[in-house]
């Protein structure tokens, strides 16, 4: 007998409300452990646990044994395309009116282990526009390629293509950011440009959050490529 994706246990999986607070936590790219889970979605450590083990026996979420902690990821990078995909997909919730400033999250996160929100989407749209990513010949319309201008521009970065090339992942693609409702870059390219932006000081992670902060020396930096940190490149 043919198998078939079981569409109904995964839907069970992450319909439950405490759960996918669970994979969302996790989006911020860190291991974490029972505790903070179960913190970050307000319930009992031992709810905690029962919800962890059902993520678990369903590939959603992967654990690692280290001294007495048990630490929790996201099991794939096709789990967290799931989350981030429900999260563009989610309706808004209602809040306060804001002001002129862009609320953090909104400015820039981490989308598992690659830069998203404005900063996200606006490095991605200069790169297309310097032309050093473009679409990759023969493939989906997501999927894109350094060019020779490009692979002389991340070299110069300090990001080593060959490398990320050797991953088990796409190596460059569109991710469509829930916030901006534009693409930023995702696949392993995007994991290492967050990675080395965060080597160069051009950025720095806030502590047990997925919300990243440019540096003084990353708005310099930024500028002089031709980006404004706070808005989108045009």
């Known amino acids: 007998m043919n198998a078939e994706p079981d569409l109904p246990r995964i839907a069970t999986a992450v319909g439950d409300p405490r759960r996918i607070q669970m ?31 059902r993520l678990m026996d369903d590939g959603l979420v992967a654990c690692t044994a280290q ?3 048990k630490y929790f990821r996201l ?7 799931l989350v981030e995909t ?30 998203a929100g404005t900063l996200g989407t606006g490095l991605l749209a200069l790169m297309l526009k310097k032309r050093w990513l473009v679409p ?6 997501k999927m894109l390629q350094a060019s020779t201008r490009g692979s002389r521009a991340f070299s110069a970065l300090g990001i080593d293509l060959e490398e990320a090339q050797r991953r088990r992942r796409q190596f460059a693609c569109r991710c469509l950011d829930w916030s901006e409702r534009q693409d930023h870059l995702g696949g392993a390219l995007g ?12 950025i720095a ?7 990243v902060h ?17 808005a989108p490149a045009s």
């Open 136 to 141: 990759q010949a023969g493939a989906d319309a």
């Open 67 to 69: 001294g007495r902690h």
């Open 23 to 53: 994979l969302a936590l996790l989006m911020e790219g860190r291991a974490l452990t029972a505790k903070e889970l179960s913190l970050g979605a307000g319930i009992e450590p031992a709810t905690a646990t029962s919800h962890l083990r």
């Open 205 to 211: 992670r806030k502590k047990h959050s997925r919300v």
């Open 214 to 230: 440019i540096t003084p020396l990353g708005e310099r930096e930024l500028l002089q490529m031709g980006l404004r940190p706070s």
């Open 75 to 81: 099991a794939s990078e096709q789990v967290a395309l």
């Open 86 to 115: 429900l999260m563009r997909v989610a309706p808004q919730r209602a809040r306060p009116l804001q002001t002129a400033n862009p609320e953090p999250i909104r400015q820039a996160r981490y989308c598992y282990d690659h830069l």
């Open 191 to 202: 994991a290492a440009l967050a990675e080395r932006l965060t080597g160069l000081n051009w």
